[in-house]
């Protein structure tokens, strides 16, 4: 089942739109008589079993190709509130055709060959799963209703108002890293992309954590326990470097696990950690207060006393087997975490660089994560080795690996917002083959239908011009076949740039070296001789030549 065509009157810069969205052929509206257009050349599964098409909307910007998308999601969800235009489109299933029509004042005059059914329109179709990615931030709002699975950095941003940029930017990361050490990473094959070298932890500032046992001491008897953080954080400091960092895990899930309110009321907040607890766990007693503690045998108490601790009332068990697993016997791993900071004062923080490509440490951190839930104890920025477009290409992948979980049909509209940005040009040329690759992978046997936006020719260059919609040209001849084209055949085409293939300083730059040299200034013609041996193009720098002699 999948989108064949939208015509719509009247939405935002466009007029009498029409979309094709099917390549087995396109349909056209004109004076209410529906035509349509076989294509001899289409091939089924062109791109893959599981995806049943792909279309790339390709325009300028301010063309109005993010428009597109937004409509194509309106009509699939609640188009009643924010589309109050004529519409109607037509859904193909099984070759079975659906035409769905909104505010029509006259029936659609079927001149096609098709049999085309026509159903009642209610404002959503509930067949569909529809996703929409889009990397822009330009605090652009989307209206779209609950059932549209809005994966924007525009509205991650909204979502975390009241948070901050620093929260959104921490779920991101922790979405990137799931998804690497994901099974679906490991069946990706032949995917030119470099793991980060290293993932960084850091701590919350300390008085983030002194301040939950002030918050706690407040509410019960125990006392010292502020004084004991303050000489574990001494301890820590003095630990050697590869020791320190599961130290100080065991003692911060610790920590937040029973200094967390877990339920709170007008009259009492209730804590994890009750008196009965602290005598069952034989926890803070006077020695440790008074600093008489090694940071070893805490570390120990906490991942065999607690964990038992958390057993016995059948609590947490993936913490549990992270604090025993992984924990408990730290020193049998075959990597070493490296502390690269250490805080000196009261809000310095702790900064550990894990070897995130050793596949261990990746397991360790995919363990920490199931354990700890929601909880957020560290920070975690990507260390060095990885560039803002390696960043950008995991990022989409694991926005969709992120979601996987909300998807309930059998059939996934996809709309991607021009997904290549940020893009190396070596991996905008591979894009169209990453997203064939990958997204089979993630949905596994549900049918996908993909539309791309972009104003790149290197993603033209993948898809036939029958997958194609180019935005601003009325007359389709005068766009060339584009499957396997080259890249300077596609640029040379006046509807990416009507001036040619030579950027526009660049030509000014020729035309002022041409106006000087018919003047014959001997210093106008020593200056175009050395601008004139940096030309790169071949036939253009032969022709200055001549105009030098």
């Known amino acids: 089942m999948q989108l064949s065509f939208i015509w719509i009157e009247n939405f935002r810069n466009f007029q009498n739109l029409e979309l094709n969205f099917n390549s087995q052929g396109s349909f056209s509206y004109r004076n209410n008589e529906l035509s349509y257009q076989e294509n001899l050349n289409y091939v089924s599964n062109f791109f893959h079993e599981n995806i049943l098409d792909i279309t790339g909307i390709v325009g300028k910007n301010g063309s109005g190709k993010s428009n597109i998308l937004e409509l194509i999601n309106y009509i699939f969800r609640n188009s009643k509130s924010e589309i109050k235009s004529k519409f109607f489109f037509i859904i193909n299933d099984n070759n079975n055709n659906y035409c769905y029509t909104n505010n029509l004042s006259s029936e659609i005059d079927n001149k096609t060959k098709l049999k085309i059914e026509e159903r009642t329109y209610e404002g959503t179709l509930k067949e569909f799963s529809n996703i929409y990615f889009s990397n822009v931030f330009d605090y652009r709002k989307c209206y779209f209703s609950d059932d549209i699975i809005d994966l924007s950095t525009n509205k991650f941003i909204r979502s975390s108002f009241g948070q901050n940029i620093h929260s959104h930017h921490q779920e ?16 990706i094959q032949n995917i030119d992309l470099k793991t980060p070298s290293n993932l960084v932890f850091s701590n919350q500032v300390w008085i983030a954590v002194t301040n939950k046992i002030k918050a706690y001491e407040m509410d019960h008897k125990i006392i010292g326990l502020k004084e004991f953080v303050k000489k574990y954080k001494t301890r820590l400091q003095n630990a050697k470097s590869e020791e320190s960092f599961f130290y100080f895990t065991s003692f911060l899930i610790f920590i937040y696990y029973f200094f967390e309110p877990y339920s709170e009321s007008k009259n009492k907040t209730e804590y994890h950690l009750t008196e009965r607890n602290v005598v069952d766990l034989n926890f803070i007693t006077k020695e440790m207060i008074d600093g008489n503690f090694d940071i070893k045998e805490l570390h120990y108490f906490i991942t065999i006393n607690f964990s038992n601790f958390l057993e016995r ?27 690269t900071k250490s805080g000196q004062n009261k809000t310095g923080r702790n900064e550990f660089s ?62 991607i917002d021009e997904g290549d940005l940020y893009f190396h040009p070596k991996w905008q040329l591979e894009f169209v083959n990453y997203i064939v690759k990958i997204m089979p992978i993630l949905f596994g046997s549900r049918k996908l239908q ?34 396997s084209a080259n890249i ?19 030509y000014q730059k020729l035309k002022q070296i041409k106006s000087n040299l018919s003047r014959s200034n001997k210093i106008a013609v020593i200056e175009a001789r050395k601008i004139i041996n940096q030309i790169g193009e071949p036939i253009i720098k032969k022709q200055f030549e001549k105009y030098l002699e």
């Open 488 to 506: 300077h055949a596609l640029y040379s085409n006046s509807f990416f740039l009507e001036n040619g293939t030579i950027s526009e300083f660049a």
């Open 172 to 187: 991101e990361v922790r979405a990137q890293v799931q998804f690497i050490t994901s099974r679906y990473f490991s069946e």
């Open 354 to 415: 894990l070897p995130f490509e050793n596949l261990n440490c990746q397991e360790f951190i995919k363990s920490y994560f199931q354990a700890v839930g929601n909880r957020t104890m560290f920070n975690f920025e990507w260390g060095g080795g990885i560039s803002s477009g390696q960043v950008a290409f995991i990022n989409l992948f694991s926005r969709f690996h992120s979601t996987l979980h909300r998807v309930k049909h059998k059939q996934v509209l996809i709309c």
């Open 313 to 339: 009332n059948n609590r947490e068990k993936k913490l549990v087997q992270f604090l025993r697993k992984e924990l408990s016997h730290f020193d049998s791993h075959n990597w070493k975490p490296l502390k």
């Open 450 to 483: 993909i539309i791309l936006t972009t104003h790149s020719p290197f993603l033209v260059s993948d898809l036939p011009k029958s997958n194609l919609i180019f935005l601003g040209k009325s007359n389709d001849s005068e766009i060339i076949e584009t499957f």
